[in-house]
């Protein structure tokens, strides 16, 4: 793998006063919040596809752009995972499901996945104990179950996908 990191998902307790506190400390712009909701989510809490809501911001400033994840659920974006570096996040991965089988077979398993209607990975997460305690995220080149905070549908970007930036 080859691609660059697109951004570093940081796991956080309020997000409102992360954002505060990392423009403070980094100058950087954030989006506004948003949230990653689909009720087809995988991970170690819970086998079957189940709801997951994940209130996000990203900075404007990068590659690595940061992300800022609020604690949510039980499982890997939950308070029992700690504040800190949660993943490396690799977008528009052009085969989600190749890489995993890839990096399974080299004994790095998933935890975290999201799915589509059809079954399709939409973005998968790796183990946080194969890596020295960090995630990496593979998205699928395909529009993200994303929507504002306050559930109205997301901006769109220049390719009409679902993003927390308006168009300028």
Not at 43 to 57: G, M, Q, T
Not at 152 to 166: Q, V
Request: aromatic content about 8%.
């Amino acid at each position: 793998m080859s691609e660059p990191i697109h951004h570093i998902g940081v796991l956080v307790r309020d997000l409102e006063a992360a954002i505060d506190r990392w423009s403070r400390a980094t100058g950087y712009t954030f989006s506004e919040v948003g949230r990653y909701v689909t009720d087809a989510y995988v991970d170690h809490s819970e086998a079957d596809p189940h709801h997951h809501d994940a209130r996000i911001a990203f900075s404007k400033e990068g590659p690595p752009h940061i992300e800022l994840m609020e604690f949510t659920g039980e499982g890997t974006h939950s308070p029992a995972q700690g504040e800190g570096i949660h993943h490396l996040g690799f977008m528009n991965h052009p085969d989600v499901l190749g890489c995993k089988e890839r990096l399974e077979r080299a004994g790095v398993a998933a935890d975290g996945m999201a799915l589509d209607d059809a079954g399709d990975i939409l973005l998968w997460f790796t183990d946080k104990r194969a890596l020295d305690g960090i995630r990496l995220e593979f998205v699928s080149p395909v529009p993200q179950p994303i929507v504002m905070d306050d559930g109205r549908p997301a901006h769109r970007d220049a390719h009409g996908f679902p993003s927390l930036w308006p168009t300028d």
